[in-house]
């Protein structure tokens, strides 16, 4: 019986994008998946905006940087990615011969689609004589039209290790690309594409937020929107603003970002306090609704299972990995 239904689940899987297989809820899933990483020499990295109990549960969890680094550098067999689409093809791209599992494949993202690869190539041909830089938020078919990938925690320094003369296009990140470009100077080629989730936060109500709280420090993210930059005591990459709450004395924050880092803030300052910039409306819209799609259910079932795993046309693995290479490069060579 339990076998009849696994076939289906698997049968709908393409459609569904998970395995749709009941879990018993006394199942002690946080056991399973530990007995499950040793059984199968899997490693699972999940990214700071995934639910707590996946970032409990992960061995290593970080922002888009740390994870490609993760992956290139794991002796797993299998990697078990829990965060969205496009970080689980740069894992793949960087371990070709290894098996990535992800928990949804319907996990996307609101910035990647919004650079779809054939017209971000006609867009690129209109500037033959500019390097493409492109934020790794975005799909395979555009890291393989891109020279260098970046991630926020190093496109400064990705920018500034091109020579000042070098024309640049920047994609799909308008809101990034214009930071970049007030802190470099550099003059680039914006893609005009954005995350749903970092330009939802509303100025007014973070400037309410302010007054009922004068020494919480605003810290953003740089996908936010200008106006909001403006207002920010600090800005920075996921992992900039971790790292920043640890050290910097303030004991009350409000943070725009994706409110799954609230959790390592919490678990590594719990004497702060952290409150999530709210967004224009009243629904919870700065949880991104892609990450979470990912559950601690579909977590263990695709460990279990081995499925949904990421399949990749091996002509695309090999053209997108060169620039992602090339960002490691940059990154190692400052100490990033
Ligand atoms: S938070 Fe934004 S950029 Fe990150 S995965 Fe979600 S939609 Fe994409």
Redesign the pocket.
Known sequence: MVDINIAAAKEKLSTKGFLDIDVSPELDLFLEIEKLKKEKNAIILAHY?QEADIQDVADYIGDSLGLAQQAEKTTADMIVFAG?HFMAETAKILNPDKKVVLPDLKAG????DSAPGHLFQAFKERYPDHLVISYI?CSAEVKALSDIICTSSNAQKIVESLPADQKIIFAPDRNLGAYLIKKTGRDMVLWDGA????EIFSLEKITKLKIRHPNAKLIAHP?CEEPILRLADYIGSTTGLLNFTKKDPSMEYIVAT?TGILHQMQLSSPQKTFIPAPPTNNCACND?P??KLNTLEKLYLCMKYEQPELLMDPTLMVAARKPIERMLEISAKYGL
């Open positions: 905006y969205v993202c609101s910035l990647a938020n995350c749903m989730v970092h996908e994706e991104c892609h990450m």
